[in-house]
């Protein structure tokens, strides 16, 4: 079994936050690593001055005691996911749940909460989730966790270390600051993130990458694992069970929000994606 390389951290916080058109939020001193993944739709982040474009399925990882101002967009507003976590939480120290966003707060003067130094992301880190399914996984996992009613000390610290392990190795051998995605990919990806309720042709896509189709679906193969037209699906099934869990709008307005414009035709295409229907997936996942 390989040694736990941050014994001492745990998890304090983590939630999900729909942003509104233009919405604007800052913090001014954040203690904690926290990891911000963008679930859907499209916004910017300052970090410590530094602005940071964010569309469905970027992340980031942002250094202690950092500060953020988020700026959602004005047509998709993002849909974000965070999870805070500090390197080093003294164990003789119970686990109090919350973090410091700013000099003031409470928390801020614990010294028995600190940063811990990590060798992959000491300054802030953009990933994709497409990149690491178990990212995926273990992110959601946190998050549903830290909703519930009971919320152990044990686990808190064992989640703790297992995310900024899994971070860290989603670097491994990676140059600081490099994007995983080569730029004609990750513009073809954000076109189609802007675009999911319009029509998107392959031909469109090929434009957009500036390169032959056969180089486009080498791409896609390569970092992805699917097709750009798979990749189309998959991202308008994401946006359509978003749409389920998170709104009461009827099965004809998801379809149609999701690039589908038959309810008849979506209804068939999630069954055989999803395994189910969407008013049986909204059924079983609906938060409220």
Same mark, same amino acid.
């Given at each position: 079994?390989?040694?736990?390389?941050?014994?001492?951290?745990?998890?304090?916080?983590?939630?999900?936050?729909?942003?509104?058109?233009?919405?604007?939020?800052?913090?001014?001193?954040?203690?904690?690593?926290?990891l911000?993944?963008?679930?859907?739709?499209?916004?910017?982040?300052?970090?410590?001055?530094?602005?940071?474009?964010?569309?469905?399925?970027?992340?980031?990882?942002?250094?202690?005691?950092?500060?953020?101002?988020?700026?959602a967009?004005?047509?998709?507003?993002?849909?974000?996911?965070?999870?805070?976590?500090?390197?080093?939480?003294?164990?003789?120290?119970?686990?109090?749940?919350?973090?410091?966003?700013?000099?003031?707060d409470?928390?801020?003067? /614990?010294?028995? +909460? #600190? !940063?811990?130094?990590?060798?992959?992301?000491a %300054?802030? &880190? @953009?990933?994709?989730?497409?990149?690491?399914?178990?990212?995926?996984?273990?992110?959601?996992?946190?998050?549903?966790?830290?909703?519930?009613?009971?919320r152990?000390?044990?686990?808190?610290?064992?989640?703790?270390?297992?995310?900024?392990?899994?971070?860290?190795?989603? /670097?491994?051998g +990676? #140059? !600081?600051?490099?994007?995983?995605?080569?730029? %004609?990919? &990750? @513009?073809?990806?954000?076109?189609?993130?802007?675009?999911?309720e319009?029509?998107?042709?392959?031909?469109?896509?090929?434009?957009?990458?500036?390169?032959?189709?056969?180089?486009?679906?080498?791409?896609?193969?390569?970092?992805?694992?699917?097709?750009?037209?798979?990749?189309?699906?998959?991202? #308008?099934?994401?946006?359509?069970?978003?749409?389920?869990?998170?709104?009461?709008?009827p099965?004809?307005?998801?379809?149609?929000?999701?690039?589908?414009?038959?309810?008849?035709?979506?209804?068939?295409?999630?069954?055989?994606?999803?395994?189910?229907?969407?008013?049986e997936?909204?059924d079983?996942?609906?938060?409220?």
């Amino acid at each position: 079994m390989e040694e736990n390389v941050y014994p001492h951290a745990a998890v304090v916080f983590a939630n999900d936050y729909q942003f509104s058109p233009r919405q604007e939020v800052t913090y001014p001193a954040v203690k904690s690593r926290m990891l911000l993944w963008c679930r859907s739709g499209l916004g910017e982040v300052a970090v410590n001055g530094q602005r940071l474009p964010l569309a469905a399925e970027d992340f980031l990882v942002l250094p202690w005691n950092h500060a953020i101002h988020y700026r959602a967009d004005g047509r998709d507003p993002f849909f974000v996911g965070a999870v805070h976590t500090i390197p080093h939480h003294e164990t003789s120290q119970e686990v109090a749940w919350g973090v410091s966003h700013n000099p003031t707060d409470k928390l801020a003067p /614990w010294t028995w +909460r #600190r !940063d811990e130094a990590t060798r992959a992301f000491a %300054e802030v &880190r @953009r990933g994709n989730m497409a990149r690491n399914e178990k990212l995926i996984y273990l992110v959601e996992y946190i998050i549903r966790w830290f909703q519930s009613e009971k919320r152990e000390t044990w686990r808190a610290r064992m989640l703790g270390g297992l995310l900024l392990s899994e971070v860290e190795g989603f /670097w491994s051998g +990676r #140059r !600081d600051g490099q994007d995983p995605f080569p730029p %004609e990919l &990750r @513009r073809v990806l954000q076109y189609i993130s802007d675009h999911l309720e319009g029509e998107i042709s392959l031909e469109k896509l090929t434009r957009i990458a500036g390169c032959s189709r056969s180089s486009l679906e080498r791409l896609f193969s390569s970092h992805l694992g699917r097709s750009p037209l798979n990749q189309l699906r998959h991202s #308008r099934m994401e946006r359509a069970k978003l749409l389920l869990t998170t709104s009461h709008q009827p099965i004809g307005a998801v379809a149609r929000r999701s690039g589908i414009a038959d309810p008849y035709h979506f209804s068939k295409l999630f069954r055989s994606i999803v395994g189910c229907t969407p008013s049986e997936y909204r059924d079983r996942n609906l938060i409220f």
